[in-house]
């Protein structure tokens, strides 16, 4: 079930499209749940199809491709390390895995005590600054050495104590 605050919010980005196009706002409304959420369950995915008129599966497409989406619950920091080819070739793996073993997490788990989930992502568009990773969808870090891995992690723990 979609709330009123939620229907409301939904009208003002379909009010942003001709009439006969509003399933262009899918993905600000898919955003709207996620706020509201926490993530985008496939039960939203269907209420946001009803709501903009348009397929199920179209809705979860446009879920599935991109990175910003969350279809489960993920941890109150949400880190995106890039590992396409030019980060690769700059340590993105390294990066990744020196993650894994710091918070005691595979790739895509998150840490039992919900702080950490995380996950790897196609391209940034900071090829030159790799390693790189996003941090809850906003916040770019770059050359993401072990050491500043760590001073991040650490920072957000400590902070959370």
């Known amino acids: ?3 009123e605050q939620t229907k409301t919010l939904f009208d003002r980005e379909v009010a942003k ?3 006969n196009q509003k399933q262009s706002a899918v993905m600000a409304c898919l955003q709207i749940v996620q706020q509201e959420q926490g993530f985008v369950s496939a ?12 397929a199920p599966i179209a809705v979860h497409e446009v879920t ?3 990175n910003m989406y969350n279809q489960q619950r993920v941890g109150k ?3 995106n390390v890039c590992t396409n ?5 700059r340590d993105g793996a390294k990066a990744l895995h020196h993650l894994e073993q710091k918070l005691g997490i595979a790739m895509g788990e ?4 919900g702080l950490f989930t995380l996950q790897q992502s196609e391209c940034l568009g900071a090829c030159a600054d790799s390693p790189v990773m996003l941090v809850n969808d ?5 050359f993401m050495s072990n050491e500043k891995l760590d001073q991040l992690v650490d920072g957000l723990k400590s902070a959370e104590a």
């Open 77 to 79: 920091y949400k880190f």
């Open 43 to 54: 039960q939203s995915e269907k209420l946001v199809a009803e709501y903009l008129g348009m």
């Open 64 to 66: 599935t491709f991109y």
């Open 85 to 89: 080819l030019p980060c690769q070739l």
């Open 1 to 3: 079930m979609i709330s």
């Open 138 to 142: 906003i916040h770019m870090c770059s």
């Open 17 to 19: 499209y001709p009439t």
């Open 110 to 113: 998150t840490t039992a005590d």
